[in-house]
């Protein structure tokens, strides 16, 4: 029968904040972009409605040209803000385990003597706590023995 999680909170403190930001972001650009697309379209608008000037199909073709690609640029900028966010967001949760894994791999070679320190705003201070004094009982073991 396979795994079946049945508990979805399971670090609840960084859960619910990773989940606000991504929130806090995604409401962020649902609340600029409408905006700034209201704002592109009212300069086009104006563009075509300029005084003395003959709408013509080829004018409103070139202003809507203009808009998709102003909508198009803005979409690369949203993208790529977006994108440069998540590898600073991933990279506090995946340095942490990086950092464990690699202090793992020191104890498994014997190496009692290892601690790991994280960043101060690094997610899972908890994990660098634990392993530290699961070390540090090892090493104590070790010596009784």
Known sequence: MP??????????????KFAF???????????????????????FLKILSAPHDVLTVDKVKYVENQVVIVLG????LFLTITFMLSIFLSHRIAGPLFKLRRAIDEVSRGNFDQRITFR????????QDGFNEMVQHLGVRRWKE
């Open 120 to 127: 101060k705003n690094d997610h899972f201070m908890e994990l």
């Open 3 to 16: 795994y079946k999680r049945s508990k979805f909170l399971i670090n609840r403190r960084f859960q619910l």
């Open 73 to 76: 640029i803005l979409q690369l």
């Open 21 to 43: 930001f991504v929130c806090s972001w995604i409401f962020a650009l649902s609340m600029v972009y409408p905006i700034i697309i209201y704002n592109v379209f009212e300069y």
